[in-house]
């Protein structure tokens, strides 16, 4: 983080925002989990056995709004191509070379 805070992308509030993500990341996975488990969909039968209806589980309509809000999140954060191009860093100080250590004189 001191990287990010260095170029003047990471303020302190942004450390709860990339807590939130951490949280986020760690509960899609816990999501799969379930959804590996049970399956992604849920079947209903009548009493003699027959398909009374299916409808998507619960675990997966939450795993895809986590994906979803992830997502966001990452952009916000600068984690896509489209989230880099919007941010606005300070450049790096770097050392300046002489012209005559370009050239090898």
Known sequence: MNELEEVGTLA?????FIARYCEQLARRDE???????????QIYKNPDGSVKCMQVSPWASE??????????????LGLTPSGRSGLHVKPKDTPKVSSRNRTGS
């Open 63 to 76: 795993l895809h709004r986590c994906i979803a809000l992830l997502s966001r999140m990452a952009a916000e």
């Open 12 to 16: 302190i509030p942004d450390r709860q």
């Open 31 to 41: 999501l799969a989990e379930k959804v590996k488990k049970f399956g992604d969909v």
